[in-house]
């Protein structure tokens, strides 16, 4: 399975390795034009093998942008609170998998993150049609779905490895392409749907 073949690419890469990609991701992604006239950003925090976010998200912050950081329901939905830095977050672990860096303030409900102008998302992979894999939990395509039913037409982007741009991932019905991924190598965007 491709999930199975990128999660273990991840898993090898050293926390120096993490870092220095998550700088370079920080410094491509700060270029793009969404990011820079952007007031609202919905983001998360990296865990794991994933691209370091933090550089981003604290960079953002001194911008003066407001940073809706997710908290996990116990649906696997996605309730939003504001990030005040690294201090604000707090470590939770949700059942036997990976503990996530949630925002430890007000929860501002699940249809904050509609506010947002852009959209950084998490993943394994994108495809040449800006298709997006996920982990397999879901909570991002009821995020999408949320937008959608709001008619909120904020920037969605990805961070991911250069590795990580791939030929094509599987996706259904129910998938919504992203605009752009950004990777330490650079910015790739995808066409708007028809």
């Known amino acids: ?10 898993n090898r890469l050293t926390a120096d390795d993490v870092r220095e990609s998550g700088a370079a991701l920080a410094r491509r992604a700060l270029g ?4 820079a006239r952007a007031r609202t950003v919905a983001a998360y925090v990296s865990v794991g093998g994933e691209p370091a ?18 908290a996990l329901l116990p649906d696997h939905d996605l309730d939003w609170g504001a990030y005040a830095g690294e201090g604000s977050l707090a470590r939770v672990q949700h059942g036997g998998k990976m503990a996530l860096f949630e925002p ?12 947002a102008d852009v959209v950084l998302l998490p993943g394994l992979a994108v495809d040449g049609r800006g298709m997006r894999l996920g982990r397999g939990g879901g909570s991002y395509d009821r995020v999408l ?14 961070l991911l490895y250069d590795t990580e741009v791939v030929a094509r991932v599987p996706a259904e019905a129910h998938d919504r392409p992203v605009h752009a991924v950004v990777t330490p190598a650079g910015v790739r965007r995808f066409p708007a749907e028809a």
């Open 1 to 10: 399975m491709l999930r199975r073949e990128l999660l273990a690419v991840r």
């Open 32 to 35: 793009l034009p969404e990011l």
């Open 53 to 70: 976010t933090l550089a981003l998200l604290d960079e953002l912050r001194a911008r003066g942008v407001r940073v809706l950081l997710p």
């Open 104 to 115: 430890a303030g007000e929860r501002l409900g699940p249809d904050a993150v509609t506010t």
């Open 145 to 158: 779905a949320r937008l959608e039913r709001a008619g909120a037409r904020p920037a969605l982007v990805v």
